[in-house]
Nanobody
Framework: QVQLEESGGGSVQVGGSLRLSCAAP????????MGWFRQVPGKEREGVAA????????TYSDSVKGRFTISRDSVKRRLYLQMDSLKPEDTAVYYC???????????????????WGQGTQVTVSS
């Protein structure tokens, strides 16, 4: 059983920054997909950003492009999400997730991810 654990959430004012961290799984595969998602009560889980562990190729949702940066440290097996210029609408529970298999057209779809962390709260106040 693969376990993921997020850290780094908290409260910040509009325009501030936070960095989320996630312990990545010890996969034997050379290349797998890891992503960050967020969810607010009453809404579906939204894909924010994803990165391939081997190649480092990234993808972002339009809502965070240019403000958030996803990265990975393959040696430490950690995944990061640097969040800058935060807005109130970024308030959500943020989850990291990992996938063995994927579709190139749906890298930010929660349906393709196999393992999830418990989530960490991010609150942006004005």
């Amino acid at each position: 059983q693969v376990q993921l654990e997020e850290s780094g959430g908290g409260s910040v004012q509009v325009g501030g920054s936070l960095r989320l961290s996630c312990a990545a799984p010890a996969y034997t595969d050379d290349n797998y997909l890891m992503g960050w998602f967020r969810q607010v009560p009453g809404k579906e889980r939204e894909g924010v950003a994803a990165v391939f562990s081997g190649t480092g190729v990234t993808t972002y949702s339009d809502s965070v492009k240019g403000r958030f940066t996803i990265s990975r440290d393959s040696v430490k097996r950690r995944l990061y999400l640097q969040m800058d210029s935060l807005k109130p609408e970024d308030t959500a529970v943020y989850y990291c997730a990992a996938a063995y298999r994927w579709s190139s057209s749906a890298l930010l779809s929660p349906d393709i991810y196999d393992y999830w962390g418990q989530g960490t709260q991010v609150t942006v106040s004005s």
